[in-house]
Structures are given as C-alpha cells and as structure tokens.
C-alpha cells in the first residue's frame, strides 16, 4: 500500500514532451523547449502526442538525432523571456559557427520545423560563406556538381517560366520572320539574304528564350566572332558597346554584354527601339522594309510595356486585324494556348 | 572505352551527389538564402552553379543595384533590364537602386514602375547625373506611381529629386520615410514631410549652404501618427541660410536631433515624448553676442518643445541665456557639460526636473565659450529633485577641481533619497585616494548611500554620439 501511495508522488515537476526522429530514436525534451517550435507546439496541442514514450510525436524525416540536440540547444536558450537582444544576438553568433554541413543539415531541419528564427540565421550565414566567391569557388564549397553545360552557362537566363509575354514575343517574331521571308522572295533576293535576316531575328530570340524550337538554326554563341556595331538607340545618346569579349564569363554580368549576343539589349521596359544588329542587314535588305520592322517592334516592345490587361486588348484587336481566334485569358490574367491564328509556320 | 574509369567517375560523382546537401534544400530556402545576399549579382551568379541553381535567383524578392562600382553605365543599364525582365513574376519586396551613371531616366522610371507593379514593400532609391552639366545638374523627378503605390511601407530617398506629391491618396501605406538630402538644388522636398497619413518613423539627413544660391528649406513635419523622428543636419553657416524644422507629431514618442550648428527646431504638439537626445554642435566661427542671443532663441523654442520627455541626453553649447521649460516627467537626465556653460544649466535643470531620478554627468572641455572660473554657487533652495527622487548620480570626467568637489558635495549632502553615486575621475594624477579621503569627510545626506570612485581609462572627449 505505501508503494502505491509512493509512486504517485513525482520528484520532479517538470513535464516533458517525446520526440521521435526518423530513425527511430526516441528522446525526452523539457516541454517549454520543445514548444518553441511551431511544429511541435501545434502537434501538441492539436493532436495531443508526445506526452508518452508510447506516443511520442514524430519529427520530419530531415531532422537527424545530431541536429535535433543543436536546435533543442538553440530553443532552451531563446525560450527563455528575460534575455536581452545582446545576449541573445551574442548566442547566435557563437551558435552558428560550425562548418558548412552541419550548417546545411540545420537549416533543413528548421525549415521542416518552421523554425523561422533560426532558418533566418542560418540562411544569413549560407549568404555569407557564398557572398563574393565565384561560381568556381562555390562549387567548390558546397560540393555542387559541375553539370550545366557551357552554352547554358552562357545563356543562363533562359526564361523557363513560361511567360506569357515571351510566348508572344516568340510568335511575333516568328510570323514577322515569314513575312519577311515571303517578301524576300517575292522580291528574288538570294538565299544568303534570307539567312542574314533570319539570323539576326534569330540573335533576338536566342538571347530571349535560348534557341526554342521556333528558330531554326540557331547558332551558338561560339561562333559569332565577327565585331558587330550595334545601332543606336534613337533616344538614348549612350555608346554602344563594341566589345569582343571573349573571356570565359563567370560573373553573369559580363555574360550580358558578351559580344556574341549582339541584339541584347532586349530593353522592354521603355520604348528604346530593341537594337538590331543592322550591321549585315543594312547591306542586304531594302532600308524601307527594315524600317517597317524596326516600328513593329518598337511599337510592340512599347506595347508590351503597359499593363498586362491593356496588352491583351491590344492583342486581341491586332488578332481581329489579323483573323485571329480570341485568345483566352485565366483568372491571373496570363494568357493561354494561343490559338493556330498566331502559329502560323 | 575504360570500365575502371568510367565506374571510377560515376562513384565520384555519387559521391559528389551526396555530399551536396545545400542544392537538396526546398527551393524557397534557396530563395530565402539568397535574399540575404547584398547584391543582386551575387544572386544572378548562382544561376550558372548548377542545373538546380539555374532559376533560384528568379524568385528572390530582393533586388540591390548599384553602379558605384561599375563603370560601365551601358552593360549596368542592360543588367537591371535583363534581371527585371527575366526575373518570375513573384513579388518584389525591396528594391534598391544607387545610379550615379543612367541619363536615361525614362528607363528608370521603367524600372520603378516595375517594383511598383510587382508590390514592392521597401524602396530606397538615389539617383544622381554626374555625367551631366555641373551647372545645371539634371534632377530625377520621382513618379507619381511611387507617391500612390498601396504596398510601400518603406521609403528611401538620397540625392536631390523633384517631388509633387499628389494633393490626395499620398503614400496610403508609408510606414518608415528615410530622405537624405546633401546639398539640395530645389525646394520640392519639403512637401514631402507632410502628405505621409499614416507614417511612423522618420528621418531627415543632410547637409546644406556651402553653395551661395542654395535654396532656404522649411520642413514642415506634420505627421499624425509619426512616433519615431530623427533629424541629423548639417549646415554651412558662411551664407547664413538657416533651414527651420517645425514638426507637428502629436503621438511622437522619440526625438533625436543633432544640429551642426544648431537651426530653428520646433515641436508644436508633443505632449508623449519619451526619449529625447538632442546635440547641438558648437557654431565655431562666431563668438558674438548676436550669436548667443540667436542661440538663446532657438535653444528657447526647442527645449520648450521637448518639455514632455521622460528621458533626456542633452549635449548643446551655450546655452545661458536660454529659458528652461519645467519637464514634469523628466526622470532620466544625461547632460553634456561644456565649460561654456555649465553649473548654472545644472542647476537649472535639477530645479526644473521635480520627478528626476538617474542623473548622468559628462565633463568636457570646449573651444568655444570662456574659460572662467566656474564657481558652484549653490541655489538659493535645494531642487526638490535632490530631496527625494534622485537616486543615482553619474560623473564622468572628473577631475578633482575645487568647484567639481563642491558640486559632489552639496549633492552628496543634499540627496536624501541618494542611494549610489558613481564617479569616475581622470586617472593623470593617481588621485584615487585622495577622492577618497575628500568624499568620506562629506556629510551624506542619505544613509544607504553607496559613493564609487573609478578610473576613467577612456579619454574624456566630446560626447560620442554615433549615427543613429
């Protein structure tokens, strides 16, 4: 009987909360600490777990036996309220030197666990190891396998979001491509014209969408050695850059003004006429045509600058205009398929 | 082909696989890290890491550019364009522009209409043509669409700009305002400070007069939820051109102003201040008595208007013939000594301040006023202050000199609620004891009191002020 009334009595009175990790280990935590974690607090309080070994609540599979020790550490020390932000700041700064593994592994686990405090630390001090190094460099830190190849490094803003915008620029270009083909030919200038023209429409669509299916023979950056002046833009009054850059770009900014992309500066937030490389195409083609061309894009590019619903009116009479079948839009406002009215090839 | 080499190369590449833990983060916390990158260039570096890195930079929220260290203005224009071209449609939240090279600024107003359109929260912007005519320097008007946006929180504005703000829903969202104006050519900033409905913290930096035709600016703060203000102005007295601040902040909670030298300040309805720093710098160059009267005036005004604050650090020079407001909530007081004018603004204050509770002291020397003998005169009634509210007194500088003994003592002998005093004494002269003799013959008023003495190791110089 006093062995009964004996094991009621607990000698100590905190309570504690049971975590399970993915492993199966099974460890104890002060409940005030474990609170501190958002996942853990709401499992607790909606599902009631962990107040048992027999019902200890499972961590996410990222959370590791190691890393559970250093957040359960970083949760005893800021759950306490008194602390001033200097110690806490102080904490933290010791804290979070460790090497970029262990840095790694505890951000994951406190992103499983919405930690948001310490994923917000741990994210600054990935920031700061990767702040100023070179790609090479990086890699190298982080173990970060080498697999783009050199032309997508070169063309590393390949716009693989599907923007609408893009889509419709890409079939712009190509209906004007036709036309100018077809008028090219009606008018029995030689091949090697067309191919200039459509190369230099071409230089605009590889540096806009990286050679997609719509443009054919799409040479790569490598080969276009040849200097290229580029045409000033009627308002702006700013050198042109004659470069020949040839040197293996690293930083991305050098990569924007590398030589081979000579129709780069795709300016579609203003109305500066997208630069042409007219360099070939003065000689070749006709100037009246090329000023025709030069308005429609500028007119486009203009277009393509005001708000997007404006744009889809805009497009949706140009359609009309063209016998084109109505474009759908979704309720975000970015359009859908376009129809076999603009797809004219 | 080489089996060995080719089995060799693929378990190295497992390998490899494996220890890349940073790229098997979600995409968001790869976002999320490089948010914190400063520039966007780092940023847009990482796409060319690896296949996983290609579009993680897209989705950053945060864009910093700024051509300080590029001079090539035409590949940096063709880098904003790019990034913001194509960039995802995911929100902008903060974007920062420093262009000192970009004459076109249509394509800047490209580019803001850009953050505006994709939501951006924190804008900071400076926008300057060095490029251009010395003479007539060409100003960068800010957008109307910047005055409207409904998602910006915070602003940031240094160099010059024509602002006109529009006459009705004007920064429906503007929380924090930072304006940095060094050398203004126009006076269009200052409608800025008083169509910002719902602002909460402000500052004012700059610097002003060098130049003859250097406009005369008056801001008019009037900021019906502004809690935070924080003035730090700079003038160049040569043309006599003095910019006047009045503000008009009923819910301001703290001030901090520095003067250099000290303006029209005035704080029309002020009545929750809380924390108040106010320096005024020594105008050097002119010792007349024209100068101490302007002073006085000034110092008047400004002290009035601060007369709410419930702690105050008050470093200014020559203020003797200013007339002090009472400050009935005053319980905390740092104060600057200059040997312009110094116990009697003490005295001045102790006899003002009935609810003072911590006193902080610094001694300095200054350049500026005589260099008398600085008698402590004790008042005529001792400040009721002394009698049962102050509890610590803190001195620095000490030196040990007749009148600063004298001070110690009558306040030691009169502080009936006194329970520390803490001294620390220039350490030239190994005078530790004996201060300690001196004090221990006082008579202390207060029975618990307890008198430290330390040595000062730090120069005593002018109050260190740091930006804030």
Known sequence: MSEAVMAVVKPEMKSYIWLQTADGSIQQVEEEVAMFCPMICREILQTGMGSSKNYAISLPQRVNPAVLGLI?????????????????????????????????????????????????????????????????????????????????????????????????????????????????????????????????????????????????????????????????????????????????????????????????????????????????????????????????????????????????????????????????????????????????? | MDFNLVTGLMSELEAKRVKDRISALPDAVLCHILSFLDRTEDAVTTSVLSKRWKKIWASVPSLVFCDEDNPDCVSFVRFVDNVLFFRNSTDIRKFHLQSCCVKDFARIYGWIGTAIRRNVVELDLSVEDFAGDDDHPRVFELPESVFTCKTLMVLGLSSNFITNPPTSGCFPSLKSLNVQIDHPVNKSVEKLFSCCPVLENLRIGGSHGMQRDDPILNFNVSAPELKTLRIYWSSCDVYEKCCKFHINAPKLENFHLWQDPPTDCFLENSKTLVKVTITLCDPLHDNSAEADHRFAIRGTALLAGISSARSLYLSAHRLKKCCLPTFDKLSRLELILYNCYYWELLKELLKRSPNLERLVLELNECKCGESSDHQWIPPRFVPSCLLSQLKTISVRGFKGKVDEMDVAKYLLENGEGLKKMTIYYNDHLCMKEELHKQFSMFQWGSVTCQVELFADIREANCASFGMF
């Open chain 1, 72 to 345: 359960l550490d970083y949760c005893r020390f800021h759950q306490v309220p008194g602390r001033s932000n200097k110690e806490r700041k102080t904490f933290d700064e010791k804290f979070i030197r460790m090497d970029t593994k262990k840095l790694c592994e505890l951000t994951s686990a406190a992103d499983s666990l919405q930690l948001k405090p310490l994923v917000d630390l741990t994210s600054r001090a990935l920031a700061r190891i990767i702040e100023g190094k070179t790609p090479e460099e990086i890699r190298e830190t982080f173990h970060l396998p080498d697999d783009l190849t050199e032309e997508e490094k070169l063309e590393p803003l390949r716009n693989i979001t599907d923007d609408p915008r893009i889509r419709l620029l890409n079939r712009l270009y190509a209906r004007k491509r036709k036309e100018l083909k077809e008028r090219e030919k009606l008018k029995n200038v030689e091949a090697e014209e067309e191919r200039v023209d459509q190369r230099s429409v071409d230089d605009l669509l590889t540096f806009i969408n990286g050679g997609n299916g719509d443009s054919k023979g799409v040479k790569t950056n490598k080969n276009k050695k040849k200097n290229r002046r580029r045409k000033d833009p009627p308002k702006d009054s700013s050198n042109n850059v004659n470069g020949n850059h040839n040197k293996e770009s690293e930083a991305l900014s050098s990569a924007f003004h590398n030589e081979s992309r000579p129709s780069s500066s795709c300016n579609l937030q203003d109305c500066t006429a997208i630069e042409f490389d007219d360099g070939d195409v003065d000689d070749d083609l006709d100037p009246a045509m090329k000023e025709q061309l030069d308005r429609e894009v500028e007119d486009f590019a203009r277009r393509l600058n005001s708000d997007w619903p404006e744009r889809m009116q805009e497009i949706l009479s140009l359609g009309q205009e063209r016998r084109l079948a109505p474009i759908n839009i979704n309720g975000n406002g970015s359009a859908r398929r376009y129809t076999t009215g603009l797809d004219q090839r």
